[in-house]
């Protein structure tokens, strides 16, 4: 999910006796000696992770906004506990009366959340009165303890009705027109960090789910299209003959394709009509989410590209809009580009989802294959929302992270390639953002260390640690590094941990591990301590063969070096240094400047470096 900056108002390395050692709590500690995870970053040889099968049956009404559905779930436990209940979230019920939330809500969507109306674990009944409801949690019990290695096949029947304003990544976006997420009562993550992950969902801090398969039928009314979570699989039952036909020809085609256009929604008859209603089947594998979007009203571009050279795998790429909101027709071709980006460019790993919809809805808002974007004011925006919202992609889906604790270990990977691939798209684009409320809050009361955990934070210190923070420290890695190590260093923590459930450790030693390098000096102080960036040139100094520069780091936070030097001919001379400069704990470094020019300016800085007391930035010569 991507802010408002306003808001903010296999070579495993060599590890001497003397290599920095990060902080490791107790609770990190107890994965090491459980074996369940390694120092070396990678899974213990006794590291486990339950999953789940869902058959969701689910009928949407856009004109009540009413859902209601059967979930068939087989709970697949691979841990070494036996377990006596099992943890539901419940995600809707953040609109339930009383339920406790990070930020205000209408009272008109305040309702009644979710209703229960059965549930059984392997064929027996669990009694309303033995559910032990809160809010968005659930705890039942099981009569029997679902033994290690054991399957418990649970079913639900459920309903709710979808709000209609209050829009918290959910809800309907006009009438006609709906982003439903979050529909389903699901298990929560039993794991090895914490067991069952009970904390309640407020509507700030994001979601940590398992991985699971769907199998889901969706129904609405007849003249209404789906868009969802996992392959289409019955296109020629629900579309008419030539819309699916255009659907096929945009899964193979690079070009743009109006799979429903103006003209299209005009004459009407996009889907079968024989019923009043249309049940839509899709597929997912080994997803941590599965959400669906429905309207009658919107146009549908689409294109594909083939994302895995090695294997010709191609991924479609979808915009879906109100036509009314022009800012929308060039979404198709940012999409597909970060699509191609994040491919071949950064993180330079095969997209790995055979689709990619972004949906014209309310919010700044990430989910496996789907997204649900607001319009945007300027062409600036529409890109880097784009660019943002499914860079999401790798991280948390296809990495399974725990974002309800550690929001930086999935934003700030959002952040940087925003910053990356915007550039991509346009290159007059200079994205800065986050840069200016870090420098001016560093250090302030509000600004505690990015290990502070998510639940923990609200306000301008979740801003700072989920966004600019964490990806300014991934930028200043892959700049120490270069490109082609820290490449194949960040692949290193995606093939460790993709489709598991990393923690910031995991990532830490991952990196370690791929770059050959030990990087705690770097990883302590931008990750577990305070400070602030603060850069000034100390002393220029003339000499035989130019200048002396001599800069000082009066921050604690270690930053890259940018000199822009401006001579009396006003042609201009750029120097850059990596963060290693401050590698050893020195606080000054000596940039020589070789010219046989007078200089007339230096000044320190670049977009993605803040500085939280610039004035002494600047040297002007005589």
């Known amino acids: 999910m991507k802010l408002p900056a306003l808001f903010a108002a296999s070579l495993l390395f060599p590890l001497s006796l003397a290599a920095q ?23 213990g040889p ?38 006596r209940q099992v943890w539901f979230k419940l995600y809707p019920n953040l609109y339930q009366k009383g339920a ?14 979710i209703t229960v109306e059965t549930l059984t674990i392997n064929g027996q009944a669990v009694a309303a009165a033995d559910r032990q409801a809160s809010f968005t949690n659930l705890a039942v019990p099981a009569r029997r303890a679902i033994a290690p290695g054991q399957t418990a096949n649970i079913t639900v029947a459920y309903s709710y009705t979808l709000n209609n304003g209050s829009h918290m990544r959910t809800g309907e976006v006009e009438p006609g027109a709906d982003f439903v997420a979050y529909f389903f009562p699901r298990v929560a993550v039993y794991d090895d960090i914490e067991v069952w992950n009970k904390h309640p969902y407020l509507g700030s801090q994001e979601f940590y789910n398992d991985f699971a398969n769907f199998s889901v039928d969706v129904t609405v009314p007849r003249n209404f299209v789906v868009w969802a979570t996992g392959d289409l699989t019955n296109a020629n039952q629900v579309l008419t003959k030539k819309y699916a036909q255009r659907l096929r020809e945009a899964e193979t085609k690079d070009g743009i394709t109006s799979i429903i256009g103006p003209a299209d929604l005009k004459a009407g008859n996009i889907t079968t009509q024989q019923k009043p209603d249309n049940t839509w089947h899709f597929e997912a594998k080994n997803v941590t989410d599965f959400v669906f979007a429905t309207t009658d009203h919107y146009v549908w571009q689409a294109s594909s590209l083939v994302v895995d050279p090695a294997t010709q795998r191609r991924t479609r790429v979808d915009a879906v809009y109100n036509p009314k909101h022009k800012d929308y027709e060039e979404v198709v071709q940012f999409a597909r580009k970060t699509v191609e980006a994040m491919s071949y460019t950064f993180p330079k790993w095969p997209f790995p989802y055979a689709h990619e919809t972004i949906f014209d809805g309310l919010d700044q808002m990430e989910y496996p294959m789907m997204v649900n974007d607001n319009p945007t004011s300027t062409r600036e925006d529409a890109i880097t929302l784009t660019d943002h919202e499914i860079f999401h992609t790798m991280f948390p889906f296809y990495m399974g992270i725990n974002e309800t604790k550690y929001g930086w270990m999935d934003e700030g990977w959002a952040t940087i390639g925003e910053w990356i691939i915007s550039g991509i798209i346009d290159p007059k684009l200079d994205d800065n953002y986050g840069i200016a409320p870090y420098a001016a809050a560093a250090d302030t009361e509000v600004d505690t260390p990015i290990m502070t955990l998510s639940t923990q934070q609200t306000g301008t210190a979740f801003f700072l640690n989920s966004y600019p923070k964490p990806g300014l420290g991934y930028l200043y890695v892959k700049d120490l590094l270069g490109d082609e190590l820290f490449t194949k260093a960040l692949h290193t923590y995606i093939r460790n941990w993709n489709g598991k459930h990393p923690m910031p450790h995991d990532f830490f030693n991952s990196m370690n591990e791929g770059a050959g390098r030990n990087l705690n000096w770097f990883w302590q102080r931008w990750f577990f301590e305070g400070g602030y960036p603060d850069l000034a040139i100390s002393q220029v100094t003339k000499t035989a063969t130019g200048y002396d520069v001599v800069v000082e780091s009066k921050g604690t936070k270690p930053v890259p070096v940018d000199l822009t030097i401006t001579f009396a001919d006003k042609s201009t001379q750029k120097i850059h240094r990596t963060i290693g400069v401050w590698e050893s704990g020195a606080k000054t470094v000596t940039v020589p400047v070789a010219t046989t020019k007078a200089a007339k300016q230096m000044k320190l800085g670049a977009t993605l470096v803040p500085d939280s007391y610039p004035q002494d930035n600047v040297w002007v010569g005589k």
Request: proline share 8%; aromatic share 8%.
């Open 21 to 43: 050692q990060l902080p490791v709590s107790r609770t990190i500690r107890a994965t090491y000696d459980k074996g369940t995870r390694a120092e070396s970053g990678r899974p």
């Open 100 to 113: 406790p939330r990070a930020g205000g809500m209408r009272p008109e969507d305040v309702g009644e959340g």
């Open 46 to 83: 006794k590291y486990w992770q339950n999953s789940a099968d869902y058959t969701i049956k689910v009928n949407f009404d856009p004109a009540t906004r009413r859902v209601s559905g059967t979930a068939a779930i087989a709970y697949h436990n691979a841990s070494p506990d036996s377990l």
